[in-house]
């Protein structure tokens, strides 16, 4: 079974982050392959985990997926934005 997610990645200090949607699990290496690989690698463990648990569909649905024909299809995306938002002096005293 395959199954597809979006990989985002950012530098973070002297790392790499890479993140995958819808899963939300992330890893970091040294560079952006590295990171990707570890994420690859952390993404395939969680998934057998959450199959030999039993838990494998509900983890996808819950995490967006739809099941369609034998298939989990992913979410479609729209659009990955940066936004910005000024906050004032008070919010960061708390």
Do not use: C
């Amino acid at each position: 079974m395959n199954i597809e997610y979006t990989v985002q990645i950012w530098k973070e200090g002297g790392q790499f982050v890479a993140h995958a949607m819808p899963l939300d699990l992330t890893s970091s290496g040294r560079t952006p392959e590295e990171a990707r690989k570890a994420l690859d690698e952390a993404v395939t463990l969680f998934l057998e985990t959450a199959g030999e648990m039993g838990t494998l569909d509900d983890v996808l649905l819950e995490s967006g997926y739809e099941l369609e024909q034998g298939n989990w299809i992913s979410p479609v995306w729209v659009g990955v934005e940066m936004h910005s938002i000024a906050v004032g002096a008070e919010a960061w005293r708390r």
